[in-house]
């Protein structure tokens, strides 16, 4: 079975500073791991995924996510962060040809001034 | 169209009525998702097609619950007999099946449902 656990449910960061979003997984097979965002009101989006291919992923708007096997862990990064960032972040597992796919609970970023 | 659109994006119905709420994916995805996501919560889970199946339906609540996929392309998930707690954002996702599953999902903007 698999599972995603986001540590933390709210981060706030100031303006300019780096963005920690954590996740953890739990796989039995070789994941796939995607991270989306969702802005208030807003549809969902993708941000960036991981598939097996390089293990530090970049994705739009300046974020990225390292792979790591050994720590079960898909962290999301961003060197700094900007107010526009401020949004509900999810990380997500997807695995085997069956494709069934595992929100985590979200993390809300807020971004001060 | 260019993306997943799902109709209606807002539905108010009154308790113990019956809803419909629809899923256009984007053409030529095979993979069909339906969620779930209340107010401060992550998307849950509800059913996914692959195709005219339902390859696992294993998220819906209850047997108040029941989705079809008829031709592969448009998806109707069905809420019979509705209650307050139904009351959610219900998203639409597709994706293009690989064979190594690793498709991203494209979502709709989401029908919201308030059962009051």
């Known amino acids: 079975a698999q599972s995603v656990t986001q540590l933390d449910s709210h981060v706030s960061v100031s303006e300019g500073t780096p963005v920690l979003l954590r996740c953890n997984y739990s796989s039995s097979y070789s994941p796939s791991l995607f991270w989306y965002v969702q802005h208030p009101n807003k549809g969902l989006q993708l941000l960036l995924k991981y598939t097996s291919a390089a293990t530090l992923v970049k994705g739009i708007n300046g974020f990225e996510a390292e792979f790591k096997k050994s720590e079960t862990s898909f962290h999301l990064t961003k060197p700094s962060a900007h107010m526009s960032d401020a949004a509900e972040y999810f990380c997500?597992?997807?695995?085997?040809?069956?494709?069934?796919?595992?929100f985590g609970t979200g993390t809300k970023l807020q971004v001060i001034p | 169209g260019a993306g997943v659109s799902q109709t209606p994006s807002n539905k108010v119905t009154e308790k113990g009525k019956y809803v419909e709420l629809r899923c256009d994916p984007i053409?030529?995805?095979?993979?069909l998702y339906w969620y779930r996501q209340s107010l401060g919560q992550g998307p849950e889970f509800l059913i996914y097609f692959q195709g005219t199946g339902a390859a696992d339906d294993s998220g819906l609540p209850n047997d108040r619950f029941f989705a079809v996929r008829p031709e592969g392309s448009v998806s109707t998930l069905k809420i019979q007999r509705t209650e307050r707690g139904d009351s959610a954002v219900y998203l639409c996702?597709?994706?293009?099946?690989?064979?190594?599953?690793?498709?991203?999902?494209?979502f709709g903007e989401g029908s919201r449902l308030t059962v009051l």
């Open positions: 997500v597992v997807s695995e085997g040809g069956y494709q069934k796919v595992t």
């Open positions: 053409s030529g995805h095979t993979a």
């Open positions: 996702a597709s994706s293009l099946t690989s064979s190594r599953g690793t498709g991203e999902l494209f």
